[in-house]
């Protein structure tokens, strides 16, 4: 059974710094892509960044710089950092995991296949 748990969630200042956790267990291949969503009601569910169990590190333009994706020593677990956090940045961030496509790690909901719960992140004023 895979699971996916993620951590680091709660309320957070603008300008601020967080750091989210994900660990993923009993994926059935070495090699998978671990990436990071977020999601604000009534919004689709958006890809912010991803990292390939091999490295290779992919980010949504807009996020790119702000938000930076890591693995951590536990090949199946990794960290996304934020700074300067803004107000838009307060939604459900969701860890998945799913196979690459064509070698790379697609930031597309559908190209997941298996999804944590999601925490909350709320950054105020």
């Known amino acids: 059974e895979v699971q996916v748990v993620e951590s680091g969630g709660g309320s957070f200042q603008a300008g601020g710094s967080l750091n989210l956790s994900c660990s993923i267990s009993?994926?059935?291949?070495?090699?998978?892509?671990m990436t990071w969503f977020r999601q604000t009601p009534g919004q689709e569910r958006e890809g912010v960044a991803s990292?390939?169990?091999?490295?290779?590190?992919y980010y949504q333009r807009r996020k790119k710089g702000r938000f930076t994706i890591t693995q951590d020593n536990a090949k199946n677990a990794m960290r996304l950092e934020g700074d300067s956090l803004e107000l838009e940045d307060s939604a459900m961030y969701y860890c998945?995991?799913?196979?690459?496509?064509?070698?790379?790690?697609?930031?597309?909901?559908?190209?997941?296949?298996?999804w944590g719960k999601g925490i909350s992140v709320a950054v105020s004023s």
């Open positions: 009993g994926y059935p291949f070495e090699n998978f892509c």
């Open positions: 990292i390939h169990t091999l490295g290779q590190t």
């Open positions: 998945a995991a799913g196979a690459p496509y064509g070698g790379e790690c697609p930031l597309d909901a559908w190209a997941m296949s298996y």
